[in-house]
């Protein structure tokens, strides 16, 4: 029987049991696997993972593990220049995109509401979700970890926390994005970008005391949903200067 030290750092041992947190722990097996195969058979998905020391080296994914190795693996780093090693991860999107699993919805709309491209549909199946975000190189966001180990899936977030404004400010922070925030660009039904018009143009589509007491308006330039400034702004307008 061969065996392998391993220990995990930072966010990625919230995937592990509490005995196996922080600490090197010793792994067995009969035939070398992938050292991703073995990091997420303990749990972690492939796409929070950033960096793999292997005897104080910095191997990719492929790399297979030998008896006796030591093998350190990191997560993302936001702030720390690790460009000499190898990155296990794919380059950060140039503009972020995600595509949200069945369960965040809230999540989705407070990310669009952001000015955030979120695709998002309550009867996506596993498999679309994967397809999405690997065809379309969007940024999966779960509360599923087994949905990000699919090979397909490059890149992918496991959202920690169960409350949707938690959620929020968590993805923001993750991906450094509270800076390019364009609130209220996009149509939080359907996902559209948002387009100032004239009351002229959307009268007939206004309740009649909102035609008579408002002046600005955004119509949705895909699912013709009309916005304007009343009760629900203001609530928005508090969540989005509490995350800033």
Same mark, same amino acid.
């Given at each position: ?62 790399? *297979?593990?030998?008896? @006796?190795? +030591? &093998? ?5 780093? %936001? ?5 000499? =090693?190898? !990155? ?43 397809? *999405?975000?690997?065809? @379309?190189? +969007? &940024? ?5 970890? %087994? ?5 397909? =899936?490059? !890149? ?47 009268? @007939? ?40």
């Amino acid at each position: 029987m061969k065996q392998v030290s391993i220990r995990f750092y930072a966010e990625l041992n919230d995937f592990l049991p509490p005995a196996r947190r922080a600490v090197p722990f010793t792994c067995a097996f009969h035939v070398s696997p992938p050292v991703r195969d073995l990091i997420e058979s303990l749990g972690a998905p492939h796409t929070e993972v950033d960096l793999i020391l292997i005897n104080g080296r910095s191997v990719d994914f492929s790399h *297979l593990i030998e008896d @006796g190795d +030591r &093998i350190s693996v990191y997560p993302v780093f %936001e702030s720390i220049d690790v460009t000499p =090693v190898v !990155r296990v991860r794919p380059r950060p999107l140039r503009q972020p995109r995600f595509v949200l699993d069945v369960h965040l919805g809230r999540l989705a709309a407070y990310l669009r509401m952001m000015g955030f491209d979120s695709l998002y549909c309550n009867d996506y199946e596993d498999e679309e979700l994967a397809r *999405l975000s690997g065809a @379309g190189e +969007r &940024i999966l966001l779960t509360r599923d970890r %087994e949905l990000l180990k699919r090979a397909v =899936v490059t !890149r992918g977030y496991y959202v920690r926390s169960s409350s949707p404004r938690q959620q929020l400010a968590e993805v923001l922070r993750r991906f450094d994005l509270i800076d390019a925030a364009t609130p209220f660009a996009r149509c939080l039904a359907c996902n559209g970008l948002l387009q100032t018009v004239t009351k002229d143009a959307v009268r @007939g589509l206004l309740p009649p005391r909102v035609g008579e007491t408002h002046h600005e308006f955004l119509r949705c330039n895909a699912c013709a949903r009309v916005y304007w400034k009343g009760s629900h702004y203001a609530r928005m307008l508090q969540i989005v200067e509490a995350i800033r």
